[in-house]
Each structure stands twice: as C-alpha cells, then as structure tokens.
C-alpha cells in the first residue's frame, strides 16, 4: 500500500504545517507480473471541504515511476477537467502539468507483445 500526504507548510516553517489531504493507493491483489490493477481513496480535503472521493487504476504497467501511478489515481479519484480550459486556477495548473508528466513517463515504456500477439503498453 502506498500513503500520499500532502502538508501545507506556511513560509517553509515546519512549526506551521498541517496536513490537508492524504491519499492511499492499494494494490487489488487482481494482476499478473508486469501489469496490475489497484483501488484508491482521497481522504476529506481540509482546505477546499471537498469529500472524500474513491477510484481504480486497472492495467498499470508496474515498470512506470511511483508517480505516473499517483497522477493516474489522482485522476480517477478526482472530477474530470477540460485540459483546455483557460482557468488558471492551482488545481488545473497542477491537473495539466500532471497529465504532462504522466504523457512523458509512458513515451518511456517499451511496447511488448501480449500472449494473444496484441501489443500492450
């Protein structure tokens, strides 16, 4: 299991700091090697109010990095967002840039053939 938590640290002074929102992210136990599915929950967010949310990461290719599988369970948790929207709000800035880094991890998996001869990522 993996536990995210994200601080607010007022002026870098750690006497300040408090937790807004925590994430954790649970393998199904549902996979096979390379590839495998997991469930996550958003914890209550306490800066924003917003409720505890829930979603799945089904296919993930274990071989990414840590946080293209924390921005996938982001996005399942979270509401869908216009990557075109022209809001400059922190959490579509963060929502866009996420998406990048998730974009660039996956041109850095190399393709392998299924058993049934499909390709898979």
């Known amino acids: 299991m993996l536990r995210v938590i994200v601080e607010l640290v007022p002026y870098g002074d750690e006497t300040g700091a408090r937790k807004l929102v925590e994430m954790l992210i649970a393998n199904d136990g549902d996979g096979c090697g390379t590839h ?7 914890s209550s967010d306490s800066w924003t109010k917003d409720k ?12 990414q990095s840590v946080w293209t599988l924390i921005a996938k369970m982001g996005e399942a948790c979270l509401p869908k967002f216009n990557p075109d ?4 709000s ?11 880094v998730v974009a660039e991890d996956l041109k850095h998996v190399p393709m392998i053939k299924s058993p049934t001869g499909r390709k898979k990522k």
Do not use: C, F, M
Request: hydrophobic share 25%.
């Open 36 to 42: 495998s599915n997991y469930e996550g929950w958003i």
């Open 52 to 63: 505890p949310r829930y979603g799945k990461v089904k296919d993930h290719d274990r071989r």
């Open 85 to 88: 929207s022209t809001s400059d």
């Open 90 to 100: 922190l959490a579509e800035r963060l929502r866009r840039r996420l998406a990048e």
